[in-house]
């Protein structure tokens, strides 16, 4: 079982940055795979990049160059470094973590946090 902790979500202007983080309740190292996901009223959850163990990373196209994940072993946390953001970055974005352990895949979400992108 992993519990995840998102912060740093918060109202921003057109053009600025955020970073969000994702606090893991125990070790990320053996985690296969972690992301960010957001999503919109009356929209599906969407990918918005992903992180796996070995450190390979891929984005959505509407956030490449702009956005980037990475991930901090040691202190069991994911951030996304949101840099020259849009109002339709507009969204609660919730972090993952897909884990496969020998019963199965298993995945965890975190609560959310909101990003208010202002034009």
């Known amino acids: 079982q992993v519990q995840l902790v998102e912060s740093g979500g918060g109202l921003v202007q057109a053009g600025g940055s955020l970073r969000l983080s994702c606090a893991a309740s125990?070790?990320?190292?053996?985690?296969?795979?972690m992301g960010w996901y957001r999503q919109t009223p009356g929209k599906q959850r969407e990918l918005v990049a992903v992180?796996?163990?070995?450190?390979?990373?891929d984005y959505a196209d509407s956030v490449k160059g702009r956005f980037t994940i990475s991930r901090d072993n040691a202190e069991n946390t994911v951030y996304l470094q949101m840099n020259s953001l849009k109002p339709e970055d507009t969204a609660v974005y919730y972090c993952h973590a897909l884990e496969r352990l020998s019963g199965g895949l298993y995945d965890y979400w975190g609560q959310g946090t909101q990003v208010t992108v202002s034009s």
């Open positions: 125990k070790s990320i190292f053996s985690i296969n795979a």
């Open positions: 992180i796996t163990r070995g450190g390979s990373t």
